[in-house]
């Protein structure tokens, strides 16, 4: 299996629009961030995790072919917003399935309206199958079983996935024991980061690295990334040695 990094930032992106930070004004690749999401494919199996805004750019930089499904994280616009871009794999493939807490279906059909409608619908509008993810119910995708992993980002309950030894986490401050033990014996596990100062609803560097040290993987990829955590290669050099700043278009196999 391998693990694609469509995109390593958080919701703004990296530059931010009009910013003079040093980070934004980097010319280091690395330090350049869309808008976060991975790709998951093996055999002839392909899935997305999170359908953000930069969504064509990211298929079009990591030369996805097809796309098997979508499996969402939770409601908001920078894992979401790139719906409408699914269209160029409609016309190659059909409806796209998509796999989502009942909330953000909810959420989705209000905001794209036009892809859930029923009747008159506009020829050329993308559209979906949706898979309804419930918590403790483990899931198809392809030959493999995503297990959906409950995390809180604030107060709002997100979805992380755990596919075979590899778990994706974004967006994460806090999580129950219960949903801790779905992550016993991972060989990768990626999880978000923000910056080194806290944050509300998002785990800042040490909180990451704590929570990497009780998980234990064999090695641990950070994402959700803010141009006020520093520049990629200065904070690489402080991480433990199984701990990596992911960066877009990192491609990494299990």
């Given at each position: 299996?391998k693990v694609?990094f469509?995109g390593?930032?958080t919701?703004?992106?990296i530059p931010?629009?009009?910013s003079?930070h040093?980070v934004?004004?980097s ?7 869309l ?18 805004p930069?969504?064509?750019q990211q298929m079009?930089a990591s030369?996805?072919q ?12 920078d894992?979401t917003?790139?719906?409408d ?9 059909g409806?796209?399935p998509?796999y989502?807490?009942?909330?953000v ?11 859930f409608k ?17 918590n ?7 030959n493999?079983?995503a297990?959906p992993?409950?995390v809180?980002?604030g107060?709002l309950?997100?979805?992380?996935y755990?596919?075979d030894d ?8 806090t999580?129950e024991?219960?949903?801790i ?5 991972l060989k ?9 100062t806290?944050?509300?609803t ?10 990497i040290?009780?998980?234990?993987p064999?090695?641990a ?11 990629h290669?200065?904070v ?7 701990v ?11």
């Amino acid at each position: 299996m391998k693990v694609y990094f469509l995109g390593t930032g958080t919701s703004q992106g990296i530059p931010i629009i009009g910013s003079n930070h040093p980070v934004c004004l980097s010319a280091d690749l690395k330090d350049k961030r869309l808008r976060v999401s991975v790709w998951i494919h093996w055999e002839n199996h392909s899935y997305v995790i999170d359908c953000g805004p930069d969504f064509r750019q990211q298929m079009l930089a990591s030369n996805c072919q097809k796309v098997d499904g979508i499996l969402y994280t939770h409601e908001h616009a920078d894992h979401t917003a790139g719906l409408d871009d699914i269209r160029p794999f409609n016309f190659k493939q059909g409806e796209m399935p998509i796999y989502a807490h009942q909330r953000v279906m909810d959420n989705l059909k209000m905001r794209f309206d036009y892809v859930f409608k029923t009747e008159n619908r506009y020829p050329g509008a993308p559209s979906v199958k949706t898979i309804e993810v419930v918590n403790n119910h483990p899931f198809a995708i392809g030959n493999k079983m995503a297990i959906p992993v409950t995390v809180m980002h604030g107060d709002l309950p997100v979805f992380g996935y755990r596919i075979d030894d590899f778990a994706y986490l974004t967006d994460v401050k806090t999580i129950e024991k219960d949903e801790i033990t779905k992550l016993k014996n991972l060989k990768v596990l990626v999880v978000n980061a923000l910056r080194e100062t806290p944050h509300d609803t998002h785990f800042n560097l040490q909180e990451a690295l704590d929570f990497i040290a009780l998980i234990q993987p064999e090695k641990a990829y950070l994402t959700h990334i803010s141009h006020l955590m520093g520049f990629h290669e200065e904070v690489q050099k402080r991480l433990p040695e199984n701990v990596f700043l992911a960066y877009d278009n990192l491609e990494i196999t299990l």
